[in-house]
């Protein structure tokens, strides 16, 4: 019964029917309760950009305009990375001006990571998803870096990349003897020099999601933009004083013509594998991580005189898995020292 105006109850006259519920904040139980998203479509992550993705749908033709993304806010703040395969819903039609949400991130199946320097515990995700990663080491002008190679081998084998090394700029020197130093690996090399024809390079590519990283000045901008004749990646002369200037600053992906995809990464000036240990890198070999774990505890496995009971020894020099000591301990050399290449 409606209440008439300027009548009034005691107390005691109160029942539930009286409860009036302020409308607005804390209205609504609050939930954990999040969208499954089951309509979600997916593809791969090709672009990123002040919290902006770029996406290609599987099964879609690609034109060289992905969908536009945001993360959505039940994702938090879970990183997205170039070559992430990502479920997306909303507006997936790739008109201008529209724009979908990133719902779902699966898990990835290899990750290419480094730190600012080898005291920075904050990873950064430079690649998700590659299958290869193809370092490109100029042979000449600039002359070649041992030390960056060996860091780009360590953070591949960690990451469940197959490294592949790309010498360029082989017109202007012979590669044979720098090639030599990392045979014992079992690490692909492909040659190109400037003019060459890139048979050598598009056939270890082919069909694969690789990765291209390399410092300033080898040539890996001019090498993508043959690849991918459309990429149209910004290059830059190499100074005086043999150091390149940086030209790549976004991770960007691009699809082959014929059947795979290149990533091609910003220049690195150090490569920080702080999240990485000997152990860690001994392990990714068969025949020596069997050997190490005979090794005394806090063993680092770089032989006399720091550990003299290092189990690596054991093996003969001149046998392949001595040899393939003697490489391994360059890139455990290579760990220890990080520095800025140009």
Request: glycine content about 10%; charged content about 25%.
């Amino acid at each position: 019964m409606a209440r008439r105006s300027g009548y009034s109850r005691s107390r005691s006259q109160w029942d539930e029917s009286d409860v009036r519920v302020r409308p607005g904040k804390g209205s609504r139980p609050r939930t954990k309760d999040r969208p499954t998203h089951d309509n979600a479509v997916f593809g791969m992550v090709v672009t990123k950009d002040r919290g902006r993705w770029g996406v290609v749908l599987d099964g879609r033709e690609y034109e060289g305009n992905p969908i536009v993304c945001m993360r959505a806010r039940e994702m938090g703040r879970t990183p997205v990375e170039v070559g992430d395969r990502v479920g997306i819903v909303g507006d997936t039609s790739g008109r201008p001006g529209s724009l979908a949400r990133i719902v779902k991130l699966d898990e990835r199946t290899s990750v290419l990571r480094r730190t600012a320097d080898d005291t920075d515990p904050f990873e950064r995700i430079v690649v998700a998803n590659a299958s290869q990663l193809l370092i490109v080491c100029a042979v000449a002008d600039p002359p070649p870096r041992a030390g960056f190679v060996e860091r780009a081998l360590v953070a591949a084998f960690v990451g469940n990349l197959q490294p592949i090394i790309c010498l360029t700029k082989s017109d202007l020197a012979d590669p044979t003897e720098f090639a030599a130093e990392f045979s014992s690996l079992n690490v692909p090399v492909v040659i190109c020099g400037m003019n060459d024809p890139l048979d050598a390079v598009m056939k270890v590519i082919d069909g694969h999601i690789t990765a291209l990283i390399g410092h300033s000045g080898v040539g890996k901008s001019t090498l993508v933009n043959r690849i991918v004749p459309h990429a149209q990646r910004e290059t830059g002369e190499v100074s005086g004083v043999g150091k390149g200037r940086h030209t790549s600053t976004q991770a960007v992906a691009l699809r082959l013509e014929d059947n795979g995809w290149i990533i091609d990464t910003p220049g690195i000036r150090s490569f920080g594998l702080a999240h990485v240990d000997a152990d860690t890198v001994v392990g990714v070999f068969d025949d020596l991580r069997e050997a190490v774990e005979e090794c005394p505890r806090g063993c680092t496995h770089m032989g006399p005189p720091a550990d003299p009971e290092c189990q690596l020894d054991s093996f003969e020099a001149d046998s392949p898995t001595g040899r393939r000591v003697q490489a391994v301990r360059k890139l455990l050399a290579a760990l220890r020292t990080n520095i800025e290449w140009d």
